[in-house]
């Protein structure tokens, strides 16, 4: 059963992320339906993007020099609105759906979500699902007084300087993973400090809860219901990790 829903009026996710990890069609070749994934996607995101990665090569033969060689390989394409603030991506290995911020709630893009789905399915044909991945991003602004900050007033969950009398934080870096229990969930954690901004820490605080799920493609309550507890583990991980004083300072 789902928590209740956290409500913040100023919530600090800079972005959200559906992915759906797939097993494609061993002879498919993505560049192929480029055509029919632009004409699909456009209406609802006009600008396009292809994703390219480098690929470096170092051929050694004995006694010669060696010989470096650098190829593009196209892994998928970005289907992007016009103000940059939501995309879908179709890659050689799934989908993806990426929320920007202003971020209202999961609830408001499932329906968008779906709909992008089966029209990723339609064109891309993948075999079946091998996992599903909520991941949310967020940055927070921790007020600091005379350039000191208490970060155990903000975060349950913080790193302990040796001597605190002695050294003052100039950075951290954490990361946590574990697996929930009782579904089997994954979850990853990462909280990370950013370079003081005009007397308030940035930190970064990166949420990915994932779970192995095998499924038809076609059978979107299933992995609807997957994308739901991944929702519900990450709102325990926030709602643990942060302090009272720390979820206020999104509510004005």
């Known amino acids: 059963m789902d928590e209740p829903t956290l409500k913040l009026k100023n919530a600090p996710i800079v972005e959200a992320v559906l992915n759906i990890e797939c097993d494609m069609p ?21 600008q396009f993007r292809p994703m390219l990665v480098m690929e470096h090569r170092i051929e050694a033969k ?28 179709m890659r050689s290995q799934g989908f993806s759906f990426n929320r920007l911020a202003p971020y209202s709630s ?22 079946q699902v091998r996992m599903v991945q909520l991941r949310f991003i967020n940055r927070i602004l921790l007020p600091m007084s005379g350039g000191k900050l ?14 605190e009398e002695k050294l003052g934080f100039l950075g951290f870096l954490n990361q946590y993973v574990a697996f929930e229990k ?21 930190i970064i605080f990166d949420i990915t809860a994932s779970r192995q799920l095998v499924t038809e493609p076609k059978n979107w309550p299933k992995i609807l219901d997957a994308i739901k507890s991944l929702r519900r ?20």
Not at 69 to 74: E, M, Q
Not at 182 to 202: F, M, R, S
Not at 233 to 252: H, P
């Open 182 to 202: 009782d579904t089997g969930n994954q979850i990853n954690i990462v909280l990370a400090a950013q370079p003081v901004e005009n007397e308030k820490l940035p």
């Open 106 to 127: 999961l609830d408001d893009y499932l329906g968008e979500m779906e709909r992008a789905w089966s029209v990723f399915i339609k064109i891309a044909s993948p075999v």
């Open 233 to 252: 583990l990450k709102n325990l991980v926030f709602r643990n990790t942060l302090t009272e004083r720390c979820i206020k300072l999104f509510q004005n």
């Open 26 to 46: 061993p002879v498919q070749d993505i560049a192929m339906i480029s055509v029919s994934a632009r004409e699909a996607f456009l209406p609802q995101y006009p």
């Open 150 to 163: 208490q970060v155990d007033d903000y975060l349950k969950i913080c790193p302990q300087l040796p001597d």
């Open 62 to 89: 004995p006694e010669t020099p060696p010989e470096l060689s650098l190829k593009n390989s196209l892994q998928g394409f970005q289907f992007l609105q016009d103000d940059g603030k939501q995309l879908v991506q």
